[in-house]
């Protein structure tokens, strides 16, 4: 929803004055208060109507993040599979 209104403003802007509309949305001050805004949506969706959905977020979350933290060891690892392979090794 949020990405359809955002896609509906700019589509009437012209290329050159997207820049000009763009600009003040990556200022500190936005973006504190975009972020203060989507937590109080969050607690008052999930938090304040105790729904279970918070857990699965975190279950989820931290497996993605754990996916992603060792993501770059198991690269290493395959590619040195890789190599070894390539040069007659196990």
């Known amino acids: 929803m949020a990405m359809r ?3 509906n403003e700019i589509r009437a802007l012209k290329v050159k004055d997207l820049p000009s509309h763009l600009k003040p949305m990556f200022t500190r001050d936005y973006l504190k208060q975009s972020v ?4 109080d949506n969050y607690h008052r969706k999930y938090i304040i109507t105790s729904s279970p959905e918070p ?3 975190l279950c989820f979350g931290g497996m993605i993040f754990s996916y992603l933290v060792a993501l770059p060891e198991e690269r290493r690892h395959l590619a040195h599979a890789a ?3 390539e040069h007659g090794g196990h």
Not at 36 to 39: E, F, T, V
């Open 36 to 39: 203060s805004r989507g937590l």
């Open 55 to 57: 857990i699965f977020h």
């Open 83 to 85: 190599h070894a392979k």
């Open 5 to 7: 209104s955002f896609y």
